[in-house]
């Protein structure tokens, strides 16, 4: 829904003029949800090179950098007629959730430059959703950009598109919300391509209601978008469901959360 300040409030608490400071952020961040949704969003770990490379990982140990937990559940796929692209997207449902901590939903893509993208909507305890892009630099591990914008419940098209040189735009629905120079006009060949639901800053994992990606990944290549012909589980500390597991739903179809059951990581998805 991929940090400083959450080293400055840990830095911050050791000391009786930090405890001070602490609870005027922390009141701060109470009465205006806006400045909650920004911090939160803009303190997420970078992803892993487990994450990025191998999808049979232990997503909950994929996020080491402090004491918060992060977990992701959703689709992986390497399929080679999807990669080397000029965009992906995917068609997911956006819903209001009253959840506590963060619960976000996105797609991502990485770049032969070693940048990594994801865009998608988050939603912070009872916040209404957001939409978000981040990028960043897995050379460093350092966030690179981050935007926001309101978007609505219903059906939305996320997507990750090649503009111009190696401008490419974050967009909903077709219209751009941000622009980054990737330094690179098409996609990696080597990560695989992820279709994600993530939840963090909370101890545990938390159930939620069912999301829906009703056109989990799609790729853009010499003109055309095309769904990835296959993808397996990544995750499993919640329900996750393709094809395979309930025939009514359509090839790159995806549903996450309550109602569909946990699988094993790697599990075949649609094929």
């Known amino acids: 829904m991929r940090t400083a300040q959450r080293k400055f409030l840990k830095e911050a608490s050791a000391s009786l003029g930090g405890l001070i400071l602490l609870s005027l952020v922390l009141f701060i961040v109470c009465i205006n949800p806006l400045i909650a949704r920004e911090q939160v969003k803009s303190e997420a770990s970078p992803p892993s090179d487990h994450f990025?490379?191998?999808?049979?990982?232990?997503?909950?140990?994929?996020?080491?950098?402090?004491?918060?937990n992060y977990w992701y559940v959703g689709a992986s796929s390497n399929d080679p007629s999807a990669e080397s692209n000029q965009g992906v997207s995917s068609l997911i449902q956006v819903r209001s959730q009253n959840i506590s901590g963060v619960l976000s939903f996105w797609v991502s893509e990485?770049?032969?430059?070693?940048?990594?993208?994801?865009?998608?909507?988050?939603?912070?305890?009872?916040?209404?959703?957001?939409?978000?892009?981040?990028?960043?630099?897995?050379?460093?591990?350092?966030?690179?950009?981050?935007?926001?914008?309101?978007?609505?419940?219903?059906?939305?098209?996320?997507?990750?598109?090649?503009?111009?040189?190696n401008i490419w735009s974050f967009a909903v629905d077709g219209a751009s919300f941000g622009n980054y120079d990737m330094k690179a006009n098409v996609s990696s060949s080597l990560a695989p391509i992820?279709?994600?639901?993530?939840?963090?800053?909370?101890?545990?994992?938390?159930?939620?209601?069912?999301?829906?990606?009703?056109?989990?990944?799609?790729?853009?290549?010499?003109?055309?978008?095309?769904?990835?012909?296959?993808?397996?589980?990544?995750?499993?500390?919640?329900?996750?469901?393709?094809?395979a597991q309930n025939s009514l739903l359509g090839q790159d179809e995806l549903v996450v959360g309550e109602g569909a059951g946990a699988l094993a990581d790697n599990s075949s998805l649609w094929d």
């Open 52 to 68: 990025l490379s191998n999808p049979s990982v232990n997503v909950s140990q994929s996020n080491d950098t402090s004491n918060d």
């Open 194 to 243: 992820y279709a994600m639901s993530e939840e963090g800053y909370v101890a545990q994992p938390f159930e939620f209601q069912q999301v829906v990606f009703l056109s989990a990944i799609q790729a853009l290549k010499s003109g055309a978008w095309t769904s990835v012909s296959y993808a397996n589980s990544f995750g499993d500390a919640w329900g996750i469901g393709g094809h």
């Open 110 to 165: 990485s770049f032969p430059s070693n940048l990594w993208a994801q865009v998608g909507y988050y939603l912070q305890n009872a916040s209404p959703p957001i939409a978000f892009y981040q990028v960043w630099n897995l050379t460093d591990r350092a966030e690179l950009v981050t935007g926001t914008e309101a978007v609505s419940t219903g059906t939305h098209v996320f997507s990750i598109l090649l503009t111009q040189s």
